[in-house]
């Protein structure tokens, strides 16, 4: 089991910077996926980008491809979300989620067992 707790939200202009975390606990961090997705007010939780237990594959959203950078330390079990070129669209709560380790990583969030409780993102024009 591994439990997981997202941090770095707030507020940013549009165009600005983010760095999300994802902190880990336990010693079973590489037999985990880490999926990030987002959820805004009245849609559906969406998919934003994946990384590997050994962090040499990575998928991401086309929503997001070219802007949003994953990458994960294991030696501190923490995963990051850079996110460069905000834009107000990019508004929602920002999850993290872990899924044990897969030949192919998922991008369904029903797949994914172990959920952070969210930090905010807001951006602003």
């Known amino acids: 089991q591994v439990q997981v707790v997202e941090s770095g939200g707030g507020l940013v202009q549009a165009g600005g910077s983010l760095r999300l975390s994802c902190a880990a606990s336990?010693?079973?961090?590489?037999?985990?996926?880490i999926g990030w997705f987002r959820q805004a007010p009245g849609k559906d939780r969406e998919f934003l980008a994946v990384?590997?237990?050994?962090?040499?594959?990575?998928v991401y959203a086309e929503s997001v491809k070219g802007r949003f950078t994953i990458s994960r330390d294991n030696f501190k079990n923490t995963v990051y979300l850079q996110m460069n070129s905000l834009k107000p669209e990019d508004t929602a709560v920002y999850y993290c989620?872990?899924?044990?380790?897969?030949?192919?990583?998922?991008?369904?969030?029903?797949?994914?067992?172990?959920w952070g409780q969210g930090t905010q993102v807001t951006v602003s024009l």
């Open positions: 989620a872990a899924d044990y380790r897969r030949a192919v990583v998922s991008v369904h969030p029903n797949e994914y067992a172990y």
């Open positions: 336990g010693r079973t961090f590489t037999r985990y996926d």
């Open positions: 990384v590997s237990w050994s962090g040499g594959s990575t």
